[in-house]
């Protein structure tokens, strides 16, 4: 009988899960993903989650400010996690130097570590050089004034690459913005087009906020020779309208200035254009002025001959116009023109032998003895007319005789009646200069002393009955010299 106790086997010496030793290297290549995963390896639960918490603040800030600061707190974030965590792990967080970690799990938990961070770092450093990639497109789309080509390669951005580069992606969207802007500048422009100079002036405005900003020159000269290849347009006077606001625009000393040497090319052809345009309209006046304003201000142009021509016959029509409507309108009895006269340029000067006359006696009732005078002497209006003579009322001239005659209806009294020249007020004026060239009583003699007259019982004074060659006769010195 063996008296000796059976041996029991000895039990491994187990040491606890948080009392292992850890890799600082684990643990800080862990810390570098910014997820909190070296604190996980150290079962600082609460530490990761608040790591993580200030990565997703300092991430989000990034992406919502756009500005390097925080991208360098982000990075001193970085550091600053991954020194702790290796500073942890050194310390031997946990406690405890028991054997059974091995090497095996160090390389496992460093496999893990980089697992985590290597994607992280390697998606990061990917995005960013693809929005630097994006960036340049932006940036050289930008330089050919292509803002097509900033819209396509901005396009591109997502939220991927703001997180990688925040501030690259946000110059792109300030890229964006101006080329938004100048489309809206484009747009207001167009319109401008159409002679709208509050349209013109916004348009401007925008281009010169849009160039205040650097680096957008090329884009804002390509909008701007976009609407300045749009000029001559289709109608001259929307033309002139836009270049004359070109014209009295204040300089810039940039591209915008551009626009005046457009103008300035643009605009004598536009004048004329306009002038014959209202010309055909019978705006006269308007014609005229823009006539006289491309002489005024081009008075060497090769146009300016034509200018010169097309300023006369508005000249012409304007007054032509003027003397119709005054010799149409009555006042007392005779045309305003008899109290205003007004000149007509284009009338035939006053000269030697017969110069037609346009007649017109005084008053709705008055006798027109100008019918008896020869059509030759008659003009039909004032195009071929070279006098206007104004016939005042009809009164007694010089006396030419007396005679005696019974009364009717009474036994043997007798009347005497005296005979008188009809005498006939003129003012003649010449319709070339609007002047008075005669202002005086023209009197028509005629037969006198009939055998019977037809009168009122107290009547003692008659005109002389004339004959169409005593009308003539007084008319004569008015219109043939």
Request: hydrophobic share 40%.
């Amino acid at each position: 009988m063996n008296d000796q106790t059976p041996a029991v086997p000895a039990m491994p010496d187990f040491a606890p899960d948080d009392a292992r030793p850890h890799d600082p290297l684990a643990v800080a290549v862990g810390n570098a993903s910014l997820l909190g995963v070296g604190y996980l390896m150290l079962r600082r639960r609460r530490l990761a989650l608040a790591a993580a918490v200030v990565t997703v603040v300092l991430v989000s800030q990034v992406v919502s400010r756009a500005d390097s600061a925080y991208e360098v707190a982000v990075l001193v974030w970085w550091v600053a996690v991954v020194g702790h965590g290796w500073f942890l792990a050194r310390r031997g967080a946990g406690g405890g130097t028991g054997g059974g970690g091995g090497r095996a799990s160090v390389r496992g938990r460093r496999i893990v570590a980089l697992g985590v961070t290597l994607p992280v770092l390697l998606a990061v450093g990917l995005l960013r050089f693809d929005a630097s990639r994006i960036g340049q497109s932006v940036a050289d789309a930008r330089e050919r004034g292509d803002c097509a080509g900033v819209l396509s390669a901005q396009d591109e951005v997502w939220f991927g690459h703001r997180i990688a580069d925040a501030p690259l992606s946000a110059r792109g969207d300030d890229v964006v913005q101006a080329c938004e802007r100048l489309r809206t500048a484009r747009a207001e422009l167009a319109t401008a087009l159409s002679g709208d100079t509050d349209a013109l002036k916004h348009g401007f405005g925008t281009l010169a906020s849009v160039l205040a900003q650097p680096g957008n020159e090329k884009t804002v000269e390509t909008t701007l020779d976009g609407f300045l290849r749009g000029l001559p347009t289709k109608d001259a006077c929307d033309t002139v309208t836009v270049t004359d606001w070109l014209h009295d625009r204040k300089g810039s000393d940039d591209v915008l200035d551009r626009s005046a040497d457009t103008a300035e090319r643009t605009a004598p052809a536009a004048l004329m254009g306009c002038g014959d345009d209202l010309m055909a309209d019978d705006d006269w006046e308007q014609a005229r002025t823009h006539y006289q304003q491309l002489l005024d201000r081009y008075p060497d142009n090769d146009l300016a001959d034509r200018a010169r021509k097309g300023a006369r016959q508005a000249t012409l029509s304007i007054e032509l116009a003027n003397v119709r409507s005054l010799l149409a309108d009555r006042t007392d009895g005779q045309p305003e023109y008899c109290s205003s006269p007004a000149k007509y340029s284009g009338a035939k000067p006053l000269g030697k032998g017969t110069n037609r006359a346009l007649f017109y006696p005084d008053g709705e009732y008055a006798i027109d003895h100008s019918e008896e005078l020869p059509g030759s002497w008659k003009a039909d209006g004032p195009t071929d007319a070279v006098l206007v003579v104004c016939m005042g009322d009809t009164t007694f001239g010089s006396s030419v005789e007396t005679c005696s005659y019974y009364k009717s209806g009474s036994s043997g009294a007798v009347s005497n009646v005296t005979f008188y020249k009809i005498a006939i007020p003129v003012k003649v004026y010449e319709l070339r200069t609007g002047k008075l060239v005669a202002n005086r009583t023209i009197q028509i003699n005629g037969t006198s002393c009939p055998g019977s007259i037809y009168t009122s019982a107290d009547s003692t004074s008659e005109y002389v009955v004339e004959t169409k060659s005593d009308v003539r006769s007084a008319f004569r010195p008015l219109v043939v010299r």
